[in-house]
């Protein structure tokens, strides 16, 4: 006669196999978040990346600042109507831009090099939560390490200029202070649009060709563009979107604030095609 087993042991072999040795450990986006920082700080790349990007970025605005009293004393009246000292000094995004956006692609082309890639989505199966992971640290460095150069150029830069004694600005004077921040957030956004890029192309080279493409070669030949793509300009890299770095309105895009915005939603829609082609891939 077979013997029945009991309600509570049943109960209690159902138990086990649920909390047993066996049960796979259940790994949530913080352990994610926390293995993507892990991984980028690792890095010497990641650390080299930013400290060109400091060191490239504030010789930049050296270099340039030094100079930069001889256009106020050369000018004329009514072009010192139009003396920008925060813009000047905040010139240095055009280069900075290039190194961050390194920064933001190699957060994933970096383990398609390696292979590692591979061994990051058996780890989190889910493909979203890793990409996503990658994208939070990303932004999170884009958003420090652009900021930090920001304020650092501009008070170098103004301080620069007070020794020549030319007109300069404060963080207090009108529209300063969101100019300097502005700059810290577009380069955050470009960041994100090169990780979005290395997502879709897996390749470090590939991906930086596109966004110097994007950045330079698009708004260098904008005069070619028929008419019904010129209102693009408006949200793009480099034109219409690089005007919250300046204090003094420009008529040719008098909302920057909304400019800026507009282009970050085209890296949200870059990025949106990013997790979908990330998912339905092979690696």
């Known amino acids: 006669m077979t013997p029945h087993t009991t309600e509570p042991a049943a109960t209690a072999a159902a138990a086990g196999s649920d909390t047993g040795p066996a049960a796979a450990p259940r790994v949530t986006f913080a352990h994610t978040l926390r293995a993507e920082w892990i991984k980028f700080r690792s890095l010497r790349s990641s650390w080299y990346t930013l400290a060109c990007l400091l060191g490239v970025g504030l010789g930049i605005t050296f270099l340039s600042m030094s100079s930069a009293g001889t256009q106020y004393t050369d000018a004329t009246a009514e072009e010192r109507q139009d003396w920008d000292p925060t813009s000047l000094s905040l010139t240095t995004y055009i280069v900075a831009q290039l190194i961050i956006g390194v920064l933001g692609t190699l957060v994933v082309t970096s383990e398609y090099a390696t292979g590692l890639m591979r061994t990051s989505l058996a780890a989190t199966p889910r493909r979203h939560r890793l990409l996503a992971a990658k994208l939070v640290v990303a932004t999170a460095v884009a958003v420090v390490?652009?900021?930090a150069l920001m304020f650092a150029a501009f008070l170098i830069g103004q301080a620069l200029l007070r020794g020549q004694d030319v007109p300069s600005a404060g963080l207090g004077d009108p529209g300063v202070l969101s100019a300097v921040a502005g700059g810290g957030l577009y380069l955050a956004a470009i960041a994100l649009l090169a990780a979005g890029l290395g997502t879709l192309m897996r390749a470090t080279a590939g991906a930086l060709t596109t966004?110097?493409?994007?950045?330079?070669?698009?708004?260098?030949l904008a005069g070619l563009f028929p008419a019904w793509l010129e209102g693009l300009l408006d949200f793009w890299p480099t034109a219409g979107a690089a005007a919250v770095l300046a204090t003094v309105p420009d008529p040719d895009y008098p909302h920057p604030w909304l400019n800026l915005g507009g282009m970050c939603l085209g890296v949200a829609a870059v990025l949106a095609v990013a997790f979908v082609v990330f998912r339905r891939r092979d690696v």
């Not at 966004?211 to 260098?220: K, R, T």
């Open 145 to 147: 390490a652009g900021q």
């Open 211 to 220: 966004l110097v493409g994007i950045i330079f070669l698009v708004p260098g």
